[in-house]
T-cell receptor
């Protein structure tokens, strides 16, 4: 089954404790991205990747890092999480950049206390 | 970025067609119109997209006006499971990035 898998689905952590949210897709997609969703602000793009070893900032990259060492995986790293990073996070992938549908993961609800 | 405008909410009866409008008056010639939906807090789900011709798939139909300034998503026989937030998006391609810019969407409530 074609899918984007995120882990964990739920996470509560403390300020400053490094964490990684994993994202994996099994569709051989080139383009992957991370979004965060907050009430009243909609979904905002954090980082994206056009292909292996090619990543760039989206609209709200501060406090986040990503890597793309393999085509299927695109982890989101929070080196020193802060409470303002409490949010619902989605990973998405699509075959190419232009004019293809994006597949989203089921989301990771992160709470930083 | 071409912006989209959608009413905040609408409802329809189960089994009837749901017609969801979207305005995108500043859309440029090479921008596509996409529709996604989000059920509760699940990941957004792709529905359909189009450039200027009407499109239909197993989920819905997309009607785009001739001047491309507006479109309508049609769910032909709405069910309770279609209750969701529906996002009309104009796909932006800026350099190497083709992000999806989600607005507030329209909340569709399907009533029994």
């Amino acid at each position: 089954e074609a899918q984007v898998t995120q882990n964990p689905r739920y996470l509560i952590t403390v300020t400053g404790k490094k964490l990684t949210v994993t994202c994996s897709q099994n569709m051989n997609h080139e383009y992957m991205s991370w979004y965060r969703q907050d009430p009243g602000l909609g979904l905002r793009q954090i980082y994206y990747s056009m292909n292996v070893e090619v990543t760039d900032k989206g609209d709200v990259p501060e406090g986040y890092k990503v890597s793309r060492k393999e085509k299927r995986n695109f982890p989101l790293i929070l080196e020193s999480p802060s409470p303002n990073q409490t949010s619902l996070y989605f990973c998405a992938s699509s075959l190419r950049i232009m004019n293809t549908e994006a597949f989203f993961g089921q989301g990771t609800r992160l709470t930083v206390v | 970025d071409a912006k989209t405008t959608q009413p905040p909410s609408m409802d329809c009866a189960e089994g009837r067609a749901a017609n969801l409008p979207c305005n995108h008056s500043t859309i440029s010639g090479n921008e596509y119109v996409y529709w996604y939906r989000q059920i509760h807090s699940q990941g957004p789900q792709y529905i359909i997209h189009g450039l200027k011709n009407n499109e239909t798939n197993e989920m819905a139909s997309l009607i785009i006006t001739e001047d491309r300034k507006s479109s309508t998503l049609i769910l032909p026989h709405a069910t309770l499971r279609d209750t969701a937030v529906y996002y009309c998006i104009v796909r932006v391609h800026t350099g190497a990035n083709s992000k999806l810019t989600f607005g507030k969407g329209i909340t569709l409530s399907v009533r029994p």
